[in-house]
């Protein structure tokens, strides 16, 4: 597509249940990241992916985060019994290789956990 | 310490005004170096790199001191579209090669 989309663009889940949240990345961008963005925070780092692999996991907050991508394309990030702390906006990007640093943010996903 | 640290802000100017805007980073490996632009409620965009020598994008001047761990965004001739956060970016380098680390951010408002 044209540019990074994100979906859905906003979710109210109850405390406890499971969230997944959608990827699309410029095709051909083998570059992926996930970030995200508490209110009146900085961006926080997730997770990267090079193609399929995730080499750097260590933005994780917790085991109940996780993440992954599928043929080298769309990625989903999932959180297990969500907790009101993971309200946020979680942001995706993508590059066209890791080599290359401009990123392309897609509008994220605005999680609210009541 | 925080790996990447600018001044909150906020900056209140004059359309016309020149603005400028510290950041310093603490991981000496950091290899590439960025400034970028968030509207309220929008995702981040890319305004320029920044590179060792200094440069130049029309209006936004950008400049890196390596052995200081310092990176500056001078804005001449403010405009009202330039009110926004802007984010001083850097590469974590070594086995986090890849990942961006943003800054908090530094709030710019251009009033009339």
């Known amino acids: 597509g044209a540019g990074v989309s994100q979906s859905p663009s906003n979710k109210v889940t109850e405390k406890g249940k499971d969230v997944e949240l959608r990827c699309d990345p410029i095709?051909?961008?083998?570059?992926l990241y996930w970030y995200r963005q508490s209110l009146g925070q900085g961006l926080e780092f997730l997770i990267y992916?090079?193609?399929?692999?995730?080499?750097?996991k260590s933005g994780l907050p917790s085991d109940r985060f996780s993440a992954e991508r599928t043929g080298g394309s769309v990625s989903t990030l999932t959180i297990q019994r969500t907790q009101q702390e993971d309200s946020a906006v979680y942001l995706c990007?993508?590059?066209?290789?890791?080599?290359?640093?401009?990123?392309?943010f897609g509008s994220g996903t605005r999680l609210t956990v009541v | 310490r925080k790996e990447v640290e600018q001044d909150p802000g906020p900056f209140n100017v004059p359309e016309g005004a020149t603005v400028a805007f510290n950041c310093t980073y603490s991981?000496?490996?950091?290899?590439?170096f960025f400034w970028y632009r968030q509207d309220c409620r929008k995702e981040p965009k890319l305004l320029m790199s920044v590179y060792s020598s200094g440069n130049e994008d029309g209006r936004f001047t950008a400049q890196l001191n390596r052995a200081s761990q310092y990176i500056s965004l001078l804005i001449r001739d403010s405009k009202l579209s330039d009110s926004a956060t802007y984010l001083c970016?850097?590469?974590?380098?070594?086995?986090?090669?890849?990942?961006?680390?943003f800054g908090q951010g530094t709030i710019l408002t251009v009033h009339p």
């Open positions: 970016v850097v590469n974590s380098g070594g086995t986090s090669y890849g990942k961006l680390t």
């Open positions: 095709s051909g961008h083998t570059a």
């Open positions: 992916f090079q193609g399929n692999s995730a080499p750097d």
């Open positions: 990007a993508s590059s066209p290789s890791l080599q290359t640093y401009g990123y392309t």
């Open positions: 991981n000496s490996a950091s290899q590439s």
